[in-house]
């Protein structure tokens, strides 16, 4: 009989008062049940990311919403492959999502405080029905992984890490956007939890949000609607297309050929990592080239 696998990603901000504790939980309820992935913990919540046999993910699920503080927990299923993810990892760290912001992020018991205005879908696509070009998309993911997909006219910061956030936010290249309606859109909603935050710290005057992130909108409007190709995951698969046409925006960092398709280059250039075609990655000369559009 063939397991069916599924991949869990979730997140709630709350104050939590033992971090530790909660680690300790987590570890044994997912090593009970056989579950892989990341889980992190910070005293402003939980974000992970879990896979294993299905039955085994709805029952950590079910155990995980069952204490107070994660009964609100939002949960995005995908199809898994039963090898996901290498190992189980649970750590407490400072951040749920590390920012280098840790001191200015404040949580309550109903999330981040001060956020972004949470959109559905369906509200993302009302505001730029009513709104037109005066809405932007900003990007709350790293540079690299907007290269394989993205909103059709988002603004990408340039940035490599998620800590690279505060210092792009206050460098004056994104004042444009502070008197204009703008969505925040990353993975799975909880980088634009305290993206959006910091930017209304900043001075953005209307911010919202993606609720439930590209995995949200990819549920619901698959490629018909606004996003455009393929959504980057950290995880074995890779990248998720949320259709049979999905769209391939990606070009070979050697050849300029269409791919989605990050994979390990060893040249320096490529940083461990490289946008590559299958042509390319399998070619032993890939190694000398000089990314044209590395990150």
């Known amino acids: ?63 995980t919403r069952s204490y107070p503080p994660f009964a609100d927990l939002d949960l995005k299923w995908s199809d898994g492959t039963g090898q996901d ?50 809405v932007a998309f900003f990007d709350g993911r790293n540079a690299w992984e907007a290269s394989i997909g993205r909103f059709a006219g988002a603004v990408v910061p340039d940035v490599d890490t998620t800590a690279d956030f505060v210092r792009e936010l206050e460098s004056g290249r994104h004042d444009d956007l502070k008197h204009r309606p703008v969505i925040t859109y990353c993975t799975g909603g909880v980088r634009c939890e305290v993206l959006s935050a910091l930017m209304i710290n900043r ?33 074995q698969r890779g990248r998720i297309d949320f259709s049979d046409h999905t769209t391939v925006i990606g070009r070979c960092e050697r050849c300029d050929a269409p791919t989605s398709d990050h994979v390990d280059c060893t040249a320096p250039q490529c940083k461990g990592r490289a946008l ?4 390319c990655a399998a070619d032993p000369v890939c190694a000398d080239h000089a990314p044209k559009n590395a990150g």
């Open 85 to 134: 993810f290498p190992r189980l990892s649970v750590r407490v760290r400072d951040e749920v999502v590390t920012f280098g912001a840790a001191e200015e992020l404040v949580v309550d018991a109903d999330g981040v405080v001060g956020g972004g205005q949470h959109l559905t879908p369906e509200q993302v696509h009302a505001l730029v029905a009513e709104r037109g070009d005066e």
């Open 276 to 279: 590559l075609c299958n042509a």
């Open 203 to 235: 001075g953005f005057t209307e911010v919202y949000q993606l609720d439930g992130g590209i995995v949200r909108y990819g549920e619901t409007f698959g490629d018909d609607g606004l996003w455009q190709g393929s959504l980057r995951v950290f995880d």
């Open 1 to 63: 009989m063939t397991m069916i696998s599924k991949v869990l990603l979730y997140y709630r901000f709350t104050p939590l008062a033992d971090p530790e504790a909660v680690r300790l939980w987590q570890h044994e309820l997912c090593t009970r049940l056989g579950l892989t992935g990341r889980i992190i913990i910070s005293a402003h919540g939980i974000n992970g990311t879990v896979g294993g046999e299905v039955s085994a993910v709805k029952q950590y699920a079910k155990q």
